[in-house]
């Protein structure tokens, strides 16, 4: 039942298959009782009347169903009427199994037929059995008065009974056009950005319209709101990693494993002095441009931010993809980050801020990767001594180079990995807090920073 269209609509479908029994799609149509009632009520049968049952005998049509009271008796929870709320004595009877008298005619086609009295008039249907659709038979039959002169013409009534039915559908396929129209416009545009969803591309995602079918309508409104809550969660989780999560192993989630790969820690210099100096939102914009600019030279070579700690960053390269060169990406990753931090000093200089100087520190080897927390709160995160080595590297900044504006310093594991660069050098055995024996270092060499 429709609220819009004020009536009971029903839906024909049917599988569409070539020549060679393969599916190529479905056939729909969305027809109104009313459609046919009128039809059939146009056919004109003396007292007689063509009439269509679906499979529980509730009227389809029937020429006292384009009156509009009877219209006004379906609703939601009755969208179609029987013979007994039609107001039909004669089809009541002709199908009240204790008041009537039936056999069949011809087994073939099933053509059956029904006999009863009413007030002195003995009625005569003749029904058969029509498949519109696939799994849907619907019961076309027609009654007359047995004395009437037009009985001898009830096969011809039948015939065209249910003929009747089948032109109402092709002309509700004509009429169904417009309201495919205004159907294909929100599936087209939930498949897009479900596409977009797919990609967590929630930047081109379009708002979907609302829509006269309530349904769709509703779906609108639910898919607006997901879109809404997304994109108030997507900020803490790297698009990139969740990519690369779901390339890998789908929806079944990312075991932690031992894996090669190469951490980057960067830390500003003296950050406890600036944060003294600016007010709070001025030390988050600062901080905010900052980790814009790191994150942009980072995921431009592939890599994935692990997490953002006070002014510090902790990226890694080789999970959970494999990448052979995840060294000598992190390395030109250091390179892109020194050139852009140097753009950005001396538009800091021009405006008469302060430059932002800081240190990075580079390890490759071993790791554990994949999720570790609680079972309602994950991270996916690494966690081994190699992590701890670039966090040492950075440390050691400060004593190796102290005054350089950006010091990236990188264990001998990462300079052999990357086939030793030309643009780093050895600058010794240094011993780490916090760890036995010493490593060798490297250092890359990088452009002086603006005056």
């Not at 009625?123 to 659709?133: N, R």
């Not at 092709?170 to 977009?196: C, D, H, K, Y």
């Not at 008469?352 to 580079?362: L, N, Q, S």
């Not at 709160?377 to 400060?398: F, S």
Request: net charge negative.
């Amino acid at each position: 039942y429709s609220k819009s269209a004020g009536t009971a609509l029903v839906s024909a479908r049917s599988p569409v298959f070539d020549k060679d029994g393969a599916y190529i799609g479905v056939s729909a149509a969305v027809f109104s009782p009313l459609d046919i009632s009128v039809f059939l009520r146009d056919a004109g049968i003396g007292d007689g009347a063509v009439f269509v049952l679906d499979e529980k005998d509730r009227l389809l049509a029937h020429p006292i169903l384009t009156d509009p009271s009877m219209q006004a008796l379906m609703s939601e929870d009755k969208p179609l009427l029987n013979a007994t709320e039609l107001g039909d004595p004669i089809l009541a009877a002709l199908l009240d199994p204790e008041r009537r008298d039936a056999g069949t005619l011809d087994k073939d086609t099933g053509l059956k037929y029904w006999t009863a009295e009413i007030e002195d008039k003995k009625y005569v249907a003749l029904a058969q059995q029509v498949s519109v659709t696939r799994g849907n038979r619907y019961t076309v039959g027609v009654y007359i008065d047995q004395s009437d002169s037009s009985y001898t013409d009830m096969i011809r009534y039948l015939g065209f009974g249910a003929i009747a039915g089948l032109i109402v559908m092709g002309l509700a396929m004509l009429r169904l056009r417009q309201l495919a129209e205004r159907i294909s416009q929100p599936v087209t545009e939930l498949a897009s950005a479900s596409n977009a969803i797919a990609r967590l591309d929630l930047e081109t995602v379009p708002e979907i319209q609302s829509n006269p079918v309530r349904e769709f309508n509703d779906a609108a409104d639910a898919f607006n709101a997901m879109i809404a809550g997304l994109a108030q969660f997507r900020v803490y989780v790297p698009r990139s990693l969740v990519m690369e999560i779901l390339r890998e192993r789908g929806s079944k989630g990312v075991p932690s494993v031992e894996r090669e790969v190469t951490i980057l820690f960067s830390d500003i210099v003296g950050f406890t002095g600036i944060s003294q100096k600016y007010p709070p939102d001025e030390l988050v914009e600062m901080l905010n441009d900052h980790f814009t600019l790191m994150n942009g030279a980072i995921e431009a070579e592939g890599g994935n931010i692990d997490k953002y700690s006070g002014d510090s960053v902790m990226a890694f390269w080789g999970a959970p993809a494999i990448r052979k060169d995840h060294a000598a990406a992190c390395l030109r990753a250091a390179s892109r980050i020194s050139h852009l931090l140097r753009e950005d000093n001396q538009r800091r200089l021009e405006q008469g801020a302060d430059p932002i100087h800081i240190r990075i520190g580079i390890a490759t080897g071993k790791a554990i990767v994949g999720n570790i927390g609680a079972p309602d709160r994950i991270n996916y995160t690494i966690i081994g001594d190699t992590v701890n080595v670039a966090n040492r590297l950075e440390q050691l900044g400060k004593q190796v180079s102290p005054d350089a504006d950006i010091c990236v310093l990188v264990a001998a594991e990462t300079a052999a990995s990357a086939d030793n660069p030309e643009n780093i050098s050895n600058v010794g055995m240094f011993e780490l807090r916090g760890r036995t024996g010493s490593v060798q270092v490297f250092q890359m060499n990088l452009e002086d920073a603006p005056s």
